[in-house]
Protein backbone atom coordinates (compact mmCIF):
# COMPACT_ATOMS: atom_id res chain seq x y z
CA UNK A 1 0.00 0.00 0.00
CA UNK A 2 1.55 3.08 -1.11
CA UNK A 3 0.64 5.96 1.25
CA UNK A 4 2.67 8.23 -0.51
CA UNK A 5 2.56 9.33 -4.17
CA UNK A 6 4.49 10.78 -6.29
CA UNK A 7 2.88 10.17 -10.29
CA UNK A 8 5.52 12.05 -12.06
CA UNK A 9 8.69 10.53 -12.46
CA UNK A 10 10.33 13.07 -13.84
CA UNK A 11 9.77 16.68 -14.90
CA UNK A 12 11.97 19.37 -17.25
CA UNK A 13 11.76 23.29 -16.99
CA UNK A 14 13.31 25.98 -18.45
CA UNK A 15 15.74 28.18 -15.94
CA UNK A 16 14.03 30.80 -14.49
CA UNK A 17 10.53 29.31 -15.03
CA UNK A 18 8.34 27.66 -11.79
CA UNK A 19 8.88 23.80 -10.63
CA UNK A 20 6.06 22.33 -9.61
CA UNK A 21 6.22 18.91 -8.08
CA UNK A 22 3.47 17.22 -6.43
CA UNK A 23 2.29 14.73 -3.97
CA UNK A 24 -0.41 12.64 -2.95
CA UNK A 25 -1.56 10.89 -0.03
CA UNK A 26 -3.82 8.39 1.45
CA UNK A 27 -3.48 8.97 4.76
CA UNK A 28 -5.52 11.43 6.89
CA UNK A 29 -3.72 11.26 10.09
CA UNK A 30 -0.62 12.32 8.94
CA UNK A 31 0.47 15.74 11.04
CA UNK A 32 3.42 16.88 9.04
CA UNK A 33 5.16 16.50 5.38
CA UNK A 34 7.75 16.82 4.27
CA UNK A 35 10.58 17.45 1.06
CA UNK A 36 13.82 15.88 0.33
CA UNK A 37 16.42 16.52 -2.59
CA UNK A 38 18.78 13.71 -3.72
CA UNK A 39 21.76 14.29 -5.71
CA UNK A 40 23.49 11.31 -7.41
CA UNK A 41 25.76 9.92 -5.15
CA UNK A 42 24.48 11.79 -2.04
CA UNK A 43 22.13 11.21 0.61
CA UNK A 44 18.87 13.36 0.69
CA UNK A 45 18.72 15.95 1.96
CA UNK A 46 15.89 17.77 3.77
CA UNK A 47 14.97 20.71 2.38
CA UNK A 48 11.28 21.98 3.79
CA UNK A 49 8.46 20.65 5.92
CA UNK A 50 4.86 21.58 6.80
CA UNK A 51 2.32 20.90 9.32
CA UNK A 52 -0.89 19.75 8.82
CA UNK A 53 -1.95 22.99 10.41
CA UNK A 54 -0.88 24.92 7.78
CA UNK A 55 -1.53 25.01 4.10
CA UNK A 56 1.74 27.10 3.00
CA UNK A 57 5.19 27.49 3.95
CA UNK A 58 7.51 29.39 2.01
CA UNK A 59 11.25 28.96 2.53
CA UNK A 60 13.54 31.66 0.41
CA UNK A 61 12.81 30.51 -3.47
CA UNK A 62 10.72 26.91 -1.97
CA UNK A 63 7.21 27.16 -1.35
CA UNK A 64 5.20 23.82 -0.07
CA UNK A 65 1.38 23.77 -0.24
CA UNK A 66 -0.91 21.47 1.52
CA UNK A 67 -4.54 20.74 -0.02
CA UNK A 68 -5.98 18.46 3.08
CA UNK A 69 -9.29 18.38 1.36
CA UNK A 70 -7.48 16.72 -1.56
CA UNK A 71 -4.83 14.74 0.46
CA UNK A 72 -2.24 16.67 -2.46
CA UNK A 73 0.87 18.87 -1.19
CA UNK A 74 3.02 20.42 -4.06
CA UNK A 75 6.61 21.69 -3.96
CA UNK A 76 6.51 25.49 -6.03
CA UNK A 77 10.40 26.33 -6.58
CA UNK A 78 10.65 29.94 -8.50
CA UNK A 79 12.73 30.87 -9.79
CA UNK A 80 14.32 27.38 -10.77
CA UNK A 81 18.26 27.30 -11.37
CA UNK A 82 20.16 24.80 -12.89
CA UNK A 83 21.21 23.66 -9.32
CA UNK A 84 17.78 23.00 -8.98
CA UNK A 85 18.17 19.36 -10.86
CA UNK A 86 17.84 16.68 -8.48
CA UNK A 87 15.73 13.93 -7.85
CA UNK A 88 12.40 15.08 -4.90
CA UNK A 89 11.32 13.28 -2.65
CA UNK A 90 7.82 13.73 -0.23
CA UNK A 91 7.92 11.59 2.75
CA UNK A 92 5.64 11.88 5.97
CA UNK A 93 5.47 9.92 9.39
CA UNK A 94 4.37 6.35 9.49
CA UNK A 95 3.19 5.54 12.77
CA UNK A 96 4.73 6.75 16.15
CA UNK A 97 8.20 6.39 14.70
CA UNK A 98 9.64 6.57 11.05
CA UNK A 99 8.58 8.13 7.75
CA UNK A 100 7.28 6.61 4.48
CA UNK A 101 8.54 8.10 1.44
CA UNK A 102 7.24 8.75 -2.77
CA UNK A 103 9.07 7.26 -5.12
CA UNK A 104 10.52 10.41 -6.44
CA UNK A 105 10.56 13.11 -9.32
CA UNK A 106 13.41 13.48 -10.70
CA UNK A 107 14.09 17.26 -12.31
CA UNK A 108 15.79 19.10 -14.71
CA UNK A 109 16.50 22.28 -15.10
CA UNK A 110 17.21 23.39 -19.11
CA UNK A 111 19.10 26.55 -19.39
CA UNK B 1 32.06 15.37 11.02
CA UNK B 2 28.83 17.30 11.58
CA UNK B 3 27.06 14.70 9.55
CA UNK B 4 25.61 11.06 9.40
CA UNK B 5 28.76 9.10 7.90
CA UNK B 6 28.77 5.95 6.50
CA UNK B 7 31.33 3.55 4.96
CA UNK B 8 32.39 2.11 2.85
CA UNK B 9 31.10 4.63 0.47
CA UNK B 10 31.53 1.51 -2.11
CA UNK B 11 31.32 -1.94 -1.91
CA UNK B 12 31.73 -4.73 -4.54
CA UNK B 13 31.56 -8.54 -3.46
CA UNK B 14 30.76 -11.79 -4.81
CA UNK B 15 27.46 -13.74 -4.26
CA UNK B 16 27.54 -16.02 -1.24
CA UNK B 17 30.00 -13.18 0.65
CA UNK B 18 28.98 -11.47 4.24
CA UNK B 19 28.91 -7.71 4.62
CA UNK B 20 29.18 -5.42 7.20
CA UNK B 21 28.28 -1.28 6.43
CA UNK B 22 28.59 0.96 9.14
CA UNK B 23 26.79 3.90 9.79
CA UNK B 24 28.01 7.14 12.30
CA UNK B 25 25.16 8.99 12.99
CA UNK B 26 24.59 12.92 14.47
CA UNK B 27 26.08 13.02 17.88
CA UNK B 28 23.42 13.32 19.85
CA UNK B 29 20.57 11.59 17.66
CA UNK B 30 18.84 8.92 19.43
CA UNK B 31 17.02 7.59 16.57
CA UNK B 32 18.76 5.99 13.84
CA UNK B 33 17.33 4.47 10.44
CA UNK B 34 18.46 1.99 7.49
CA UNK B 35 16.85 2.32 4.12
CA UNK B 36 17.80 0.59 0.95
CA UNK B 37 17.14 2.33 -2.78
CA UNK B 38 17.14 0.03 -5.69
CA UNK B 39 18.02 0.97 -8.81
CA UNK B 40 15.03 3.34 -10.42
CA UNK B 41 12.91 2.87 -6.88
CA UNK B 42 11.93 4.79 -3.78
CA UNK B 43 13.42 4.43 -0.37
CA UNK B 44 13.03 1.43 1.41
CA UNK B 45 12.37 1.55 5.26
CA UNK B 46 14.58 -1.90 6.57
CA UNK B 47 14.95 -0.88 10.19
CA UNK B 48 14.49 1.69 13.17
CA UNK B 49 16.66 2.38 16.25
CA UNK B 50 16.12 4.42 19.17
CA UNK B 51 18.47 3.82 21.57
CA UNK B 52 20.59 0.66 20.86
CA UNK B 53 17.21 -1.29 20.74
CA UNK B 54 15.13 -2.19 17.33
CA UNK B 55 11.42 -1.56 18.21
CA UNK B 56 10.93 -1.82 14.30
CA UNK B 57 12.79 -4.69 12.04
CA UNK B 58 9.62 -4.94 9.64
CA UNK B 59 11.35 -3.53 6.81
CA UNK B 60 13.91 -6.36 6.60
CA UNK B 61 13.99 -8.36 3.75
CA UNK B 62 15.24 -11.37 4.91
CA UNK B 63 16.69 -13.40 7.91
CA UNK B 64 20.27 -12.42 5.98
CA UNK B 65 19.63 -9.33 7.48
CA UNK B 66 20.50 -7.91 10.50
CA UNK B 67 21.65 -4.86 12.37
CA UNK B 68 23.09 -3.60 15.81
CA UNK B 69 23.34 -0.45 17.53
CA UNK B 70 26.42 0.01 20.66
CA UNK B 71 26.70 3.06 22.82
CA UNK B 72 23.66 4.88 21.20
CA UNK B 73 25.46 5.31 17.94
CA UNK B 74 27.26 3.46 15.97
CA UNK B 75 25.33 1.14 13.93
CA UNK B 76 26.45 -1.85 11.77
CA UNK B 77 23.92 -3.81 9.35
CA UNK B 78 24.58 -6.88 8.29
CA UNK B 79 23.91 -9.38 5.20
CA UNK B 80 24.52 -12.64 5.20
CA UNK B 81 25.24 -15.37 1.86
CA UNK B 82 24.34 -11.94 -0.42
CA UNK B 83 22.27 -12.36 -3.60
CA UNK B 84 22.28 -10.28 -6.56
CA UNK B 85 19.02 -9.12 -5.72
CA UNK B 86 20.87 -7.09 -2.30
CA UNK B 87 22.42 -4.86 -4.80
CA UNK B 88 21.48 -1.17 -3.97
CA UNK B 89 22.55 1.97 -2.12
CA UNK B 90 22.19 1.25 1.55
CA UNK B 91 21.31 4.30 3.29
CA UNK B 92 21.66 5.60 7.19
CA UNK B 93 19.87 8.76 8.94
CA UNK B 94 19.43 9.73 11.95
CA UNK B 95 16.96 12.37 14.20
CA UNK B 96 16.88 13.55 17.39
CA UNK B 97 13.96 11.82 18.21
CA UNK B 98 11.60 9.38 16.52
CA UNK B 99 10.60 10.62 12.82
CA UNK B 100 6.91 9.69 13.64
CA UNK B 101 3.20 11.23 13.85
CA UNK B 102 3.32 14.39 16.24
CA UNK B 103 7.15 14.86 15.95
CA UNK B 104 8.42 16.61 13.37
CA UNK B 105 11.66 15.63 13.31
CA UNK B 106 13.40 15.57 10.06
CA UNK B 107 15.93 12.84 9.30
CA UNK B 108 19.07 13.43 8.29
CA UNK B 109 20.77 11.21 5.63
CA UNK B 110 24.38 10.13 4.99
CA UNK B 111 25.57 9.69 1.47
CA UNK B 112 24.69 5.66 1.02
CA UNK B 113 27.12 2.41 0.73
CA UNK B 114 26.54 1.51 -3.04
CA UNK B 115 26.72 -2.32 -2.55
CA UNK B 116 27.28 -4.25 -5.91
CA UNK B 117 26.79 -8.26 -5.77
CA UNK B 118 28.53 -9.88 -9.16
Known amino acids: DQQVKQNSPSLSVQEGRISILNCDYT??????FLWYKKYPAEGPTFLIS?????DKNEDGRFTVFLNKSAKHLSLHIVPSQPGDSAVYFC??????????FGQGTRLTINP | GAGVSQSPSNKVTEKGKDVELRCDPI?????LYWYRQSLGQGLEFLIY????????KSGLPSDRFSAERTGGSVSTLTIQRTQQEDSAVYLC????????????????FGDGTRLSIL
Open chain 1, 27 to 32: NSMFDY
Open chain 1, 50 to 54: ISSIK
Open chain 2, 49 to 56: FQGNSAPD
Open chain 2, 27 to 31: SGHTA
Open chain 1, 91 to 100: AAPQGAQKLV
Open chain 2, 93 to 108: ASSLGPSGIGSNQPQH
